[in-house]
């Protein structure tokens, strides 16, 4: 697999059935292996993140390598509501890159803090937030998930 530079964009319509296969592989990757069955099959037979992306991805901004995405983040207000990499893409830079670009949006905005969540099994994730200087705020049942998760809170002030 090439490794050109990260470009990062806002997303377009062209863009859909990629997004669409950035979240089901993110899904099956990071997820799946932890939820009960019952979340897993509402999941994929709701369209959960096909959906999503149907909805909200004019607000997605995209990482590109070598013309492939490589990975999405969607934010609104100081709050990101979403991050994925494709994961032949993680480790590479490209979940910092999108971070970076949202956070100077999120102050540029007026914000003074990016804040964002994810579970306490997704270990990977937290160390990705901490690395880049994210604070655990806070942590509270995962009631959308219905698998008795953890969410944890991150903030990061900025400057």
Avoid: C
């Avoid at 069955?37 to 999941?43: F, G, I, L, N, T």
């Avoid at 806070?138 to 809170?153: A, Q």
């Amino acid at each position: 697999m090439a490794n050109g530079p990260i470009t990062v964009r806002k997303a377009r319509l062209s863009d859909l059935v990629a997004l669409k296969k950035v979240l089901r592989e993110t899904f099956e990757g990071t997820w799946l292996p932890h939820i009960t069955q019952a979340s897993a099959q509402r999941y994929v037979e709701t369209d959960l993140g096909g959906h999503y992306v149907e909805e909200s991805w004019p607000e997605f901004t995209i990482a590109e390598i070598d013309g492939e995405i490589a990975g999405l983040i969607h934010w609104r207000g100081d709050f990101i509501e979403a991050l994925h990499v494709r994961v032949s893409r993680q480790g590479q830079g490209v979940g910092g890159k999108l971070l970076a670009h949202a956070e100077q949006a999120i102050r540029a905005a007026g914000f003074r803090q990016a804040r964002l969540e994810t579970d306490t099994f997704n270990e990977r994730a937290q160390n990705v937030y901490k690395a880049v200087g994210y604070v655990e705020k806070d942590r509270y049942p995962d009631d959308e998930w219905d698998s008795g998760f953890t969410t944890v809170l991150f903030e990061k002030r900025l400057g």
